[in-house]
Nanobody
Framework: QEHLLESGGGLVQTGGSLQLSCAAS????????GAWFRQAPGREREFVAA????????FYADSVKGRFTISRDNVKNTMYLHMNNLKPEDTAVYSC???????????????????????WGQGTQVTVSS
């Protein structure tokens, strides 16, 4: 099974920036759709962004569009989420995930559904203070 490890979280002020990293331990992630989700206390896990294996397709939640950028470096076996203009409502545990299926298309929004992903990291805390 693929394992993912997030890093880069921390405490930032409103308007600040952070870059999260998601390092994969195995070989399959580089050919898998990757995604970032977040979950705040008392709230459901929320889709943030997704990226196809080769970066050709990228999707964002409306709440982060224009502020966050998802990217990946398959040579380094790492996916990133660069977050700009952070807001207190961005405070959450951010987790990365991978989908093992290699035949998926993006004609539906399956990538926004956490249950569609097969493996996850443990998450990294992002806290945005005013």
């Amino acid at each position: 099974q693929e394992h993912l490890l997030e890093s880069g979280g921390g405490l930032v002020q409103t308007g600040g920036s952070l870059q999260l990293s998601c390092a994969a331990s195995g070989r399959t992630f580089s050919q898998n759709t990757g995604a970032w989700f977040r979950q705040a206390p008392g709230r459901e896990r929320e889709f943030v962004a997704a990226i196809s294996w080769n970066g050709a397709r990228i999707f964002y939640a409306d709440s982060v569009k224009g502020r966050f950028t998802i990217s990946r470096d398959n040579v380094k076996n790492t996916m990133y989420l660069h977050m700009n203009n952070l807001k207190p409502e961005d405070t959450a545990v951010y987790s990365c995930a991978g989908d093992v299926s290699k035949t998926r298309t993006y004609t539906t929004d399956w990538y926004r559904i956490a249950a569609r992903y097969d493996y996850w990291g443990q998450g990294t805390q992002v806290t945005v203070s005013s």
